[in-house]
């Protein structure tokens, strides 16, 4: 028997391996939508049909409650989704199926397959908040003050909120042990939810002052706000210049944490 | 490293920092005068951590299939994860094709194939989907990766499930898919993580054809297992590590050579064996005689040359020898006057 020389090997392009990654991800979503948009989207679609259609029916409500809504629930399925994107399939692949290992064996520096999953999580944060948007409309009827002409800056909000929750969720699913992931919705999301000024605006707080300021700390407040100041900038809302601001902020320290949760699970 | 080196490994430490005492294996450490080799200024463990690799020295030459031998614990996986990139040791170095696994981790990754301990293929794809990506991953197109890929399951008996979900597929399907999204890259050096535990008899021996013949082709190997005969009857060369540290170093043959005690041999009387065994005794080159109801029991060195005179001196006895077994020396053996403890 002879050994096998050496065969001399090309190096492999990064971006080619990250599409592939991203390809990958693409198919298990495209495949699971249903079930994604159920998940993801499920929860806030519920609040507009009793905040925004049954409440406002029954004469609970004041007509303008939905303009504060509608920015605000977007924001819930958009960061919702992109958390979960990433954060659950992170649980169960470092806690069971080890079935991302083959990916980490990809000849690649092991922090772009944590990028591109933290991509794919933004992706699907748009689908998310894509397939919320019209269901909103056509559930509350017309929304008083409601504009497309800042499409760039919903973009913009839209892609910094999905990078910041991705990051998050990158960190929540390798820093969680997976018997936890339970306790990670009810400590962490649900206050993030009921405290993100998603169901009401920031400036609203301004009657329980304490609040206003504690809610700060929340990096949802600065996806609701930054929903309001791009859909419905005649209602009240954080200045977007801040709320730009606060969103890279929150992206960059999730995304280091994040990644270096990442590594540490990776690299056993 | 050296031309003919697959891999080297120097001084390799992997220390698993303790953490609140959960889980942990204690290994005993030399009290008080610790000094780890070639750590230089490390801090010194504290009772709790666990040492996997305790200053690792081992060369695995190209085309070689080389064996990993230890009970559970023993540091075989952690080597192998250190020497696939996936564990950064605590210190000391490793090469593989020719690339250290720490600074050149990626041009590593793109010389090895690796097959888990437990299959872990993508179970959101099905089996043909799981190698395109694979393949995909290491920048083959899909044309080329597809052409593979059937070759690859036609010579593994996986042609008829190409578009199988991973549910539907037994352990040894999941195994060799393992093996083939391994080696769809064109791997210098395969790594096999205990690859036939938890499969049937027949898959186990299906799975030992495949990898007889992968090292046919002049491919290196790298396998860890604690089943002897596995490791006896496919390696070139084994390694018997425990505690992290290697403790034996050479051919299935010359280790077992080196296995205290010689043949076993031993005869089954048609009644109690006491009277035989006095007799036997006075063999010359017989050691450890011992009866045991009716069987009785001796070791030698020279293998089953003294059998006729051991059978003599029973029936000389007023026995009948009813039965015979012959154990050869094993790997099994040396392995417990080595460790002092039993593989598996």
């Known amino acids: ?268 | 490293m050296t031309e003919t080196n697959a891999i080297t490994i120097r001084a390799l430490r992997k220390v698993y920092k303790a953490t609140g005492g959960k889980k942990l294996r204690h290994l005993s450490l030399p009290g008080g005068s610790f000094m780890p080799g070639g750590t230089g200024g490390m801090p010194r463990p504290s009772a709790h951590d666990v040492i996997a690799l305790d200053s690792l020295d081992l060369d695995i030459r190209q085309g070689e299939f080389f064996g990993l031998l230890g009970p559970n614990g023993a540091g075989k996986s952690t080597t192998i994860g250190v020497l696939t990139t996936r564990i950064v040791p605590t210190s000391g170095t490793a090469t593989v094709a020719g690339s250290d696994v720490g600074t050149q981790a990626v041009s590593v990754r793109q010389r090895i194939g690796v097959v888990p301990q437990q299959p872990n293929a993508d179970r959101s794809l099905n089996v043909i989907e799981n190698l395109q990506f694979h393949a995909a991953y290491f920048g083959i197109p899909v044309a080329a990766a597809t052409k593979r890929a059937q070759e690859l399951c036609e010579t593994l008996g996986l042609s008829d499930k190409l578009n199988v979900k991973l549910n539907e597929m037994s352990g040894g399907q999941q195994q060799r898919l393992m093996i083939v999204r391994a080696l769809m890259h064109e791997p210098d050096v395969l790594f096999l993580d205990e690859p036939t535990v938890g499969l049937d008899p027949q898959a186990r021996l299906g799975l030992w054809e495949i990898l007889r013949g992968l090292h046919a082709q002049g491919r290196t190997i790298v396998m860890t297992t604690h089943y002897m005969d596995e490791a006896d009857r496919l390696c070139d060369r084994l390694a018997i590590i425990d505690r992290g540290k290697l403790l034996a170093l050479d051919t299935p043959r010359a280790l077992k050579d080196k296995a205290p005690g010689g043949t076993l041999l031993e005869l089954v009387l048609d009644g109690d064996a006491l009277g035989a065994a006095e007799k036997v005794k006075a063999i010359d080159g017989l050691t450890r005689v011992e009866a045991s109801g009716t069987v009785l029991q001796a070791y030698s060195g020279t293998g089953g040359r003294l059998l006729p005179a051991m059978i003599e001196a029973a029936e000389q006895s007023g026995r009948r020898v009813k039965d015979i077994h012959l154990l050869p020396p094993s790997l099994e053996t040396l392995f417990v006057s080595l460790t002092g403890r039993k593989l598996g």
């Not at chain 1, 929150?250 to 280091?256: A, K, L, Q």
Request: net charge positive.
């Open chain 1, 1 to 268: 028997m002879t050994a096998r020389a050496m065969t001399p090997k090309a190096r492999v392009s990064r971006a080619n391996v990250f599409m592939a990654l991203l390809r990958r991800d693409m198919r298990v979503a495209r495949r699971e939508l249903p079930f994604f948009l159920v998940r993801t989207t499920l929860q806030p679609l519920m609040f507009i049909v009793v905040f925004g259609y049954l409440l406002p029916k029954m004469g609970f409500m004041k007509e303008g409650y939905s303009t504060a809504l509608l920015p605000g629930v977007l924001a819930i399925s958009l960061t919702f989704s992109a958390i979960q994107s990433v954060a659950l399939p992170m649980v169960q692949d470092f806690g069971w199926t080890r079935e991302i290992e083959d990916r980490l064996l990809a000849p690649v520096p092991t922090s772009l397959v944590a990028a591109e999953k933290i991509v794919a999580g933004v992706l699907q944060g748009f689908v998310a908040a894509l397939f919320v948007l019209p269901l909103a409309r056509l559930i509350m009827g017309p929304i008083p003050n409601l504009t497309f002409a800042h499409i760039g800056t919903v973009l913009l909000i839209t892609l910094l909120g999905g990078a910041a929750f991705s990051s998050l969720g990158m960190w929540l699913g390798t820093a969680i042990q997976p018997q936890q992931i339970g306790l990670m919705f009810s400590v962490i999301l649900a206050p993030m939810i009921f405290f993100g000024c998603a169901y009401y605006p920031w400036q609203g707080l301004s009657a329980v002052p304490v609040m206003k300021y504690a809610v700060l700390i929340n990096p949802l407040v600065y996806v609701s706000e930054g929903m309001r100041a791009a859909l419905t900038p005649a209602a009240p809302h954080m200045p977007l210049g801040a709320v730009i601001g606060a969103l890279i902020a929150i992206t960059v320290i999730f995304w280091t944490v994040g990644m270096k949760s990442f590594m540490k699970r990776a690299l056993g």
